[in-house]
């Protein structure tokens, strides 16, 4: 539904299994009734997370999603 509407990149965030789903829009899916049912990149907390051509510059360490850092005490 997001990427027929448009959408170009789309994260879900598994936090209990520690994935990230990414999901790619390509020219063809704007037009495509299938296109949320493109098959995602599955990304563990050993990956990194990017913005790709939507987010250029953007990075994130997975395992700094999955593993904060503790709160001051």
Do not use: C
Request: hydrophobic share 40%; proline share 14%; charged share 15%.
């Amino acid at each position: 539904e997001y990427l027929a509407a448009g959408v170009r990149l789309i994260w879900y965030v598994y936090p209990d299994a520690r994935q990230v789903h990414v999901f790619h829009a390509s020219p063809s899916d704007a037009s495509s009734p299938d296109a949320e049912t493109a098959s995602p990149v599955v990304l563990s907390e050993n990956d990194q997370l990017t913005g790709g051509e939507v987010l250029p510059g953007f990075s994130l360490p997975l395992v700094e999603l999955f593993n904060p850092p503790a709160p001051p005490k």
